[in-house]
T-cell receptor
């Protein structure tokens, strides 16, 4: 079955460490997105990519980095520069043109800084 | 890019219809309206989308006003499992805080 996979589901990080969250899709979607969600809040866009080897900053990109070397993969690195990284991170993918069914979301990664 | 406005919360009785409003007054002519729902600690799930005609599927109905500045998601017979946060978006890059729907027995 086609879908989007995030791993790991839970992640613990010590302060000062970088950590990379994985996101893989086999839907042949062109675009991929990373969102952050804090308790009781909506989704805030971190980065998005509409084509391989290209990506754009979202509303809260500071302290994060991404790469898009393959169409299927869009890993997110939470760097030590991110002051408050504890959150629920969601990856999504979509087609980029015309009518489509919007986003397909992964099941999320819950990051906790200890 | 179109932004959306939704009420922060609403309650609904089990078995009754739930009508969830959304304002998207800045939507452009070729932007679709999408609805998603998120159950706690899961990724949002697609519900329905539309451009200007009303739409219905097995989960819900979507009513879009003629001027396309607002829409209403209708859950025809709400169940306890419909308790979730519902998001209306007209721009793939902008999610608001959504409407927290609580279905009560």
């Amino acid at each position: 079955d086609g879908g989007i996979t995030q791993s790991p589901k839970y992640l613990f990080r010590k302060e000062g460490q970088n950590v990379t969250l994985s996101c893989e899709q086999n839907l042949n979607h062109d675009a991929m997105y990373w969102y952050r969600q804090d308790p009781g809040q909506g989704l805030r866009l971190i980065y998005y990519s509409q084509i391989v080897n290209d990506f754009q900053k979202g509303d809260i990109a500071e302290g994060y980095s991404v790469s898009r070397e393959k169409k299927e993969s869009f890993p997110l690195t939470v760097t030590s520069a991110q002051k408050n990284p504890t959150a629920f991170y969601l990856c999504a993918s979509s087609l980029t043109g015309g009518e489509d069914y919007g986003y397909t979301f992964g099941s999320g990664t819950r990051l906790t800084v200890v | 890019d179109a932004k959306t406005t939704q009420p922060p919360s609403m309650d609904c009785a089990e078995g009754r219809a739930a009508n969830l409003p959304c304002n998207h007054s800045t939507i452009s002519g070729n932007e679709y309206v999408y609805w998603y729902r998120q159950i706690h600690s899961q990724g949002p799930q697609y519900i329905i989308h539309g451009l200007k005609n009303n739409e219905t599927n097995e989960m819900a109905s979507l009513i879009i006003t003629e001027d396309r500045k607002s829409s209403t998601l209708i859950l025809p017979h709400a169940t306890l499992r419909d308790t979730a946060v519902y998001y209306c978006i007209a721009d793939k890059l902008s999610f608001g805080a959504g409407t927290t729907v609580t279905v009560r027995a």
